[in-house]
């Protein structure tokens, strides 16, 4: 069974930037892609990038497309999520999954806070 552990949350100023990690236990982490997603403060779960289990492919919602990179290291069983130009609307706790299938995921971590100050 896959667990999942979110890190690198924290308060940055408007501009700032952010490397967020999720490290995966198990030998078959590097054989799934991973979402991250963040939730804000009375709002839904949103879908925020994805890559693929090779690294090869990547997909992020528009907002975040320019501004956050997905990424991989599978010798570390850990995907990151770099964040760039930080706004204010980025504001939620981030959570990182395993995907099963096509818009399915399971092993939700924990998440990590990222507050954005203005």
């Known amino acids: 069974q896959v667990q999942l552990v979110e890190s690198g949350g924290g308060l940055v100023q408007a501009g700032g930037s952010l490397r967020l990690s999720c490290v995966g236990s198990g030998r078959t982490f590097s054989i799934y892609g991973v979402g991250w997603f963040r939730q804000a403060p009375g709002k839904e779960r949103e879908f925020v990038a994805r890559i693929t289990w090779s690294g090869g492919a990547t997909f992020y919602e528009p907002s975040v497309k320019g501004r956050f990179t997905i990424s991989r290291d599978n010798a570390k069983n850990t995907v990151y999520l770099q964040m760039n130009s930080l706004k204010p609307e980025d504001t939620a706790v981030y959570y990182c999954?395993?995907?099963?299938?096509?818009?399915?995921?399971?092993?939700w971590g924990q998440g990590t806070q990222v507050t954005v100050s203005s």
């Open positions: 999954a395993r995907q099963v299938g096509t818009g399915n995921y399971d092993s």
